[in-house]
């Protein structure tokens, strides 16, 4: 998907103070402090941050079945599969919550037939690369892997969300000390920020599962499941008088 076009950089300044001046207050004692910034001296601007976060979680379903004309041989044969399959992900450090087993048993014709789905979450994608490698090699085509699922948790986007409207305030400020500096003079406190716009896209969460093409590679699966999240604010600043050489220096 191509990347929407930036909003334009806003600045607006004004650099001369206003005719309406408040009364000079009175100098601290000691010659220390002095008058504020001079009213109606701000500086507009306007910035924006682009974030992408790749997903956090994988689902991977795996399915077995046997046919027998025994119901207990039917059984046994899918359960020594389903206990190997548990026992290997256990060992790799896959916790038993994260396991989820549904079974089906059914008679067709004059035979017995079980089926059985299990459907593994993966927050370390190195582990389940190995996990069903392994299977893979020890079970053969008596087990069928799906392509991985991958999407993101509600707090993975809710981190990103946070994150980009954080970056847009700090390249906000960023191009407001560039503007003071321009002209010689020093950015004081903030005197507003606002949110104005906020746009999501790309990404796949939990509960919106998306089928991809089983000949996408898995990079390209991770790929497909970024989101990516832009913020653009607005951000009203004090100018203060001339930049002191030492702030330079720093």
Not at 26 to 49: F, I, Q, W
Not at 50 to 65: F, K
Not at 209 to 219: A, F, G, I, R
């Amino acid at each position: 998907m191509a990347l929407p076009a930036p909003p334009p950089a806003r600045v607006f300044a004004e650099l001369v103070p206003a005719q309406a001046q408040a009364p000079t207050p009175t100098p601290a004692p000691g010659g220390r402090g002095g008058p504020p910034a001079p009213s109606g001296r701000e500086l507009h601007v306007s910035g924006s941050a682009e974030l992408s976060a790749g997903p956090d979680r994988a689902r991977v379903s795996l399915r077995l079945g046997s046919r027998k004309g025994a119901a207990g041989a039917a059984r046994s044969s899918v359960a020594r599969r389903l206990e190997y399959i548990a026992q290997s992900a256990r060992q790799r450090g896959v916790p038993e919550e994260n396991m989820t087993v549904t079974e089906d048993f059914s008679r067709v014709e004059n035979t017995y037939q079980m089926e059985a789905e299990v459907c593994i979450t993966f927050s370390d994608f190195g582990k389940m690369q190995n996990v069903c490698n392994l299977l893979i090699e020890k079970l053969g085509t008596s087990v069928t892997i799906s392509p991985p699922h991958f999407y993101h948790t509600p707090e993975a986007i809710d981190t990103l969300r946070r994150q980009v409207c954080v970056a847009a305030v700090g390249n906000t400020r960023r191009k407001a000390q560039e503007v003071c500096r321009l002209f010689g003079q020093s950015l004081g406190k903030p005197l507003l920020i606002r949110e104005e716009e906020t746009k999501e896209w790309g990404g796949h969460i939990d509960s919106h599962l998306l089928n991809s093409p089983d000949s996408l590679t898995l990079q390209e699966r991770i790929q497909n499941a970024t989101a990516y999240a832009s913020c653009r604010v607005f951000a009203v600043f004090e100018i203060k008088g001339k930049e002191n050489r030492r702030n330079k220096l720093l």
